[in-house]
């Protein structure tokens, strides 16, 4: 069955903003911590944001930092990513995804140190940013 579902794909020109949103299964959503990631053609998957969903902590690459904005809204099991300032290179297939893991495991760098593993993946939706 579906668990996570991404909206807000689209295209924009640079300089532009989009806002990306991930819908999850209620279950999923308790598991504690939320990302959004991203991939483009030729490169790696990339961690953009995290947030845990029942407390306050959020977390950033820096690529993104003061441009894009995580948030969560616990009534509707979702989190958005507003995103400002859209660069070309922002082009790429973003992804919602989910994890289990307290608030000091969820970030991009307990994702890097193998803390924390999202094992919950959306379809992703597609930003494209022209320049």
């Known amino acids: 069955q579906v668990q996570l579902v991404e909206s807000g794909g689209g295209s924009v020109q640079a300089g532009g903003s989009l806002r990306l949103s991930c819908t999850a299964s209620?279950?999923?959503?308790?598991?504690?911590?939320m990302g959004w990631f991203r991939q483009s053609p030729g490169k790696e998957r990339e961690g953009v944001a995290t947030?845990?969903?029942?407390?306050?902590?959020?977390d950033y690459a820096d690529s993104v930092k003061g441009r894009f904005t995580i948030s969560r809204d616990n009534a509707a099991n979702m989190i958005n990513l507003e995103m400002n300032s859209l660069k070309p290179e922002d082009t790429a297939m973003y992804y919602c995804?989910?994890?289990?893991?307290?608030?000091?495991?969820?970030?991009?760098?307990?994702?890097?140190?193998?803390?924390?593993?999202?094992?919950?993946w959306g379809q992703g939706t597609q930003v494209t940013v022209s320049s």
């Open positions: 947030i845990y969903t029942a407390g306050r902590g959020t």
């Open positions: 995804a989910a994890a289990r893991g307290a608030w000091y495991e969820c970030s991009l760098g307990g994702l890097s140190q193998n803390r924390i593993y999202f094992g919950y």
């Open positions: 209620s279950y999923i959503y308790s598991e504690g911590c």
